[in-house]
């Protein structure tokens, strides 16, 4: 696919039981396994794999470069 050519392969992973297992979400290419001791460690191992940068945008940014994104997240959570 172009994208993947263009951007690269956007990688997800996912666990079954003992198998964490990956592929492209864009493609379905470069597809891959691995096999743990146990359901939690695959489950941590992939949770901890997929787990990605843009989630939390402005959360561990420096202070006053990005001060005005931090401002609009402070403003745009509802209130409780």
Request: aromatic fraction near 12%; include cysteine; hydrophobic fraction near 35%.
């Amino acid at each position: 696919m172009w994208k993947c050519r263009l951007l690269g392969h956007e990688v997800r992973f996912g666990a079954e039981g003992p198998t964490m297992s990956w592929a492209c979400e864009r493609c379905g290419g470069q597809s891959g396994s691995k096999t743990y001791g146990s359901a939690a460690e695959a489950q941590k191992f992939a949770a901890a794999f997929d787990h990605r940068d843009s989630d939390d945008i402005g959360q561990r940014a420096p202070f006053l470069g990005m001060f005005p994104l931090r401002l609009w997240r402070l403003f745009r959570k509802p209130k409780r």
